[in-house]
């Protein structure tokens, strides 16, 4: 399957969880999600983003560590959690909006995360969610890193750089009068 779909999937499976273990076991989803894409970059790519990908799988193992510690702490989870989803991951597809969600996926966990610490009924509870948090936010900003890379290395597209600047023909009409014809340069983007 590919990683925007699965991502996707994520994304809407953490927002229809309505208790603890569902939380921690879609987090932990995220996280395995995020160390595939990770190891998947580290193998398939080169330079830049085969570093950071290696980068990001190790971020999220850790991150599934803490969140495996914080799955033991609550009655009726799992410490594995449903099938995990990373392992139906086929084909990356275009980096650039797979990374994005992927950063979106990561964001939604930390802030979910946060939540889930503040109402924690245990103190172990709390500190891992806090440390899958911190885990986490270093996951994201490893994706953010991907993205400036992949944009960077993309490059501008030679049909872009024709029309990097456009023009904006505005015909200005006062009541009862023809204007002028005005010209405006506007920046594309």
């Excluded at 996707?8 to 879609?26: F, G, M, Q, S, W």
């Excluded at 398939?44 to 914080?70: F, I, K, M, P, R």
């Excluded at 993205?147 to 456009?166: F, K, N, Q, S, W």
């Amino acid at each position: 399957m590919e990683a925007l779909r699965l991502i996707k999937t994520a994304r809407h499976a953490l927002a229809e969880t309505r208790n603890i273990p569902d939380v921690l076991a879609e987090a932990r989803q995220a996280a395995l999600l995020a160390e595939a894409v990770g190891t998947r970059l580290a193998r398939d790519e080169d330079g830049e983003l085969a570093g950071l990908g290696s980068l990001l799988g190790e971020a999220a193992l850790h991150a599934v560590g803490c969140l495996d510690h914080a799955a033991g702490d609550v009655a009726g989870a799992s410490a594995f959690g449903p099938a995990s989803r990373a392992r139906r991951l086929g084909d990356l597809g275009e980096l650039g909006p797979m990374l994005d969600e992927l950063g979106g996926l990561l964001r939604d966990i930390g802030e979910t995360l946060v939540v889930l610490a503040c109402g924690a009924d245990t103190e172990s509870l709390y500190w891992a969610c806090i440390d899958g948090v911190d885990a986490g936010a270093e996951c994201t900003q490893l994706v953010g890193q991907l993205c400036d890379a992949v944009r960077r290395i993309g490059g501008e597209r030679p049909e872009e750089a024709e029309h990097a600047e456009r023009l904006l023909l505005l015909e200005l009409d006062p009541p009862g009068e023809r204007a002028e014809e005005v010209v405006v340069r506007a920046p594309v983007g």
